[in-house]
């Protein structure tokens, strides 16, 4: 019984802070896929291809697409040629784009801080443990791991989250090009 009212305040948790956060992304005038796309193409900073985004967020062509389309009407991306092939289109966050993502991340980073602000250092450094032990189980059930792979799986994946693009450039050599992949590893 104990187990079920955890999973079911663990799933409540993530419905809530993605309702929460969707909501607050609507006041900047975005939605989420919309979001995750500026993000990830803001993180790297320089001029990407449509399929090196697509593969970044983990979105269907037609998909990102549609939020290229949407971005560029609202002037926060904008299209070029590539110099070395014309025929390949490079997409670019605007200054209104990175301006947009600054105010959204300053605006979160805020809540959050005001979220926990009650907390002492101590209670904060629990809280990092049980959110690190959280990860432990739930990638370790998928992946099959422990131990030191099973942390450098957390560390890869924290990873992915402050730098989406970048990760994406730095593991595409090794073929990895989902960080979320949920293949058992055989040991």
């Not at 990407?48 to 985004?53: A, K």
Request: aromatic share 8%; charged share 20%; proline share 3%.
């Amino acid at each position: 019984k104990r187990i079920r009212v955890l999973r079911n305040m663990f799933h409540t948790l993530i419905w809530v802070s993605t309702r929460q956060f969707s909501q607050t992304l609507q006041q900047f005038g975005v939605t989420l896929p919309q979001f995750i796309t500026l993000a990830a193409l803001t993180a790297q900073g320089t001029a990407r291809n449509m399929s090196e985004l697509t593969a970044t967020t983990f979105q269907d062509p037609p998909t990102v697409t549609g939020i290229m389309n949407r971005l560029v009407k609202m002037g926060l991306v904008q299209r070029t040629r590539n110099e070395t092939d014309r025929r390949q289109v490079l997409v670019k966050t605007t200054e209104a784009g990175h301006d947009l993502i600054r105010q959204i991340q300053e605006y979160t980073l805020q809540q959050e801080v005001t979220c926990y602000d009650h907390l002492s250092d101590e209670q904060l450094g629990t809280f990092e443990e049980l959110m690190r032990y959280l990860l432990k189980i739930h990638i370790g059930r998928y992946k099959r791991l422990e131990g030191p792979a099973l942390e450098a799986e957390i560390d890869r994946l924290l990873q992915y989250i402050s730098d989406p693009i970048n990760y994406a450039s730095i593991h595409q050599k090794n073929k990895i090009s989902q960080p979320f992949n949920l293949e058992v590893t055989q040991e």
